[in-house]
């Protein structure tokens, strides 16, 4: 047994009078505690290696019973023949905005309505600014003789007749069926 003063047993544990007393030692033994660390840390090791070759094995099994692709149907990236769309893969407007192209080719025609250049240089023909040819297509227009005016509108009549009388006036300038209104003949009575 212990001694009368002795708070420890014979055994390394507290005297049984020190446990009625509702008192427990200050000190703990550290051995059973890091036994305890000791193995679950090994636990834990191979319980990550266990589960680590488990999924090794599942991947294989995957990989092996997985049906082949066809040749259209892989997985690979093939970039479809030249033109390509816009933003598409590869071509050369990827990066851009999706009206990219669409603006070049307005700057492009604008470039050429509005400069000077060869339409056919074997033949001969040029290009010139589609304002400079406007103008040049309207001096060459025939010009109306300063003769015959064109009737007033004024009061509701309708062109080519007298007010008042509804008929006509002779000597008034109706274009022809084949001229397309652009020039006139005198009209026949």
Known sequence: MSEPGSHTDTHGGPSEAIVKAGHEPDQVDVRPVAKFG???????????????????????????NQPRLAPMASEQ???????????????????????YEMVQQRQAEQDQLNSYGWANRNAGTVRIPIDEAMKLIVSRLPTQPTGAQAPSMAG?????????TGQGQPGIQLPTGSSSGRTAEPRKE
């Open 38 to 64: 000791a193995a679950l840390t090994i636990f834990a090791i191979l319980a990550y290696l266990g589960l680590w070759g488990l999924l090794k094995f599942f991947e294989s099994e995957r990989v092996k």
């Open 77 to 99: 990236e093939r970039l479809p023949p030249e033109p390509r769309l816009q933003m598409a893969p590869g071509s050369k407007s990827e990066l851009k905005s999706p009206d």
């Open 156 to 164: 509701g009549t309708q062109p080519g007749t007298q007010p008042g």
